[in-house]
């Protein structure tokens, strides 16, 4: 959850040939599952109690284009038929409607689980699962993809930043670093809600660990250490001062200070 997967599908949507179509997201749990159907497929007036007009569900809003299923797994197995149907045909029929339309969609789907765990625990159907997983991207928790950290917080900060008409010209090197030691169990999500939060607070040009959400700036890093994952110092050492020079953004003046070391040392480190 919050690992960006809706901002990826619509990066893939405006990268194709449907870019110039709608590109319509749909959270499977955001629905109460006695009106999933018609949400989906759209129904006829009349068709039930409520339906007072004729209404198109989100597969007909995205005809020409893409339509993102978050949350697939959520998706009850009555209505997993009906979704692989959809699928296998390319066609839908709205409730309370005898005939079938075609459609023209490209459906990605997104999910916080892993659908083979349901597949072999028989709540999620094994051919629609096969039906959806033609191409599989996995985007890892942040904390899995430490690189793109401090870059994802300069961009979330510039936005927050613009959208408060705040003057915020970046991080200083220590809010940067404890931003990196933080585990980020909301992923990115987080690190958004954390940068605005900072945006709001920061009380010059630049975001100071103070600004730093209480459970950010109280982590501390603790090395982890089991039998036979011993490593030697040296790579230890390297991997620090390589981090501590990112942060710095290639100063190796303001490096050297930090780490209390001269810049001969460093120079002859790296």
């Known amino acids: 959850t919050g690992t960006g997967k809706e901002v990826l599908a619509e990066a893939i ?20 599952p006695s009106l999933i159907e018609s949400a989906l497929f759209g129904h006829e007036r009349g068709s039930f109690t409520g339906a007072s007009e004729q209404r198109k569900g989100v597969f007909e809003l995205a005809n020409g284009g893409t339509l993102l299923l978050d949350e697939v797994g959520e998706v009850s197995p009555g209505m997993q038929v009906k979704l692989l149907r959809v699928l296998q045909e390319r066609e839908i029929r709205r409730v309370g409607e005898n005939k079938s339309r075609r459609i023209d969609v490209r459906v990605l789907a997104a999910t916080n689980r892993e659908l083979a765990h349901g597949v072999a625990g028989g709540s999620f159907r094994q051919d629609l699962y096969y039906r959806l997983k033609v191409v599989e991207l996995h985007v890892p928790s942040l904390r899995e993809r430490r690189d793109d950290l401090l870059p994802l917080a300069r961009i979330l900060l510039a936005e927050a930043a613009v959208r408060m008409r705040r003057n915020i010209a970046g991080l200083t090197p220590e809010a940067a670093d404890q931003l990196l030691r933080y585990p980020w169990p909301g992923n990115v999500r987080e690190l958004e809600n954390a940068m605005e939060r900072a945006v709001a607070l920061a009380r010059g040009t630049r975001v100071e660990l103070e600004d730093l959400p209480e459970e950010v700036r109280e982590v501390k890093t603790k090395p982890e250490v089991t039998l036979g994952s011993v490593r030697p110092l040296s790579d230890i050492e390297k991997e620090y001062i390589l981090a501590a020079l990112q942060v710095n953004l290639g100063n190796q003046t303001r490096t050297a200070e930090q780490l209390q070391i001269g810049s001969a040392t460093l120079y002859r480190k790296l």
């Open 13 to 32: 949507h405006r990268q194709s040939a449907r870019a110039s179509g709608p590109f319509v997201v749909f959270d499977c749990t955001a629905t109460a």
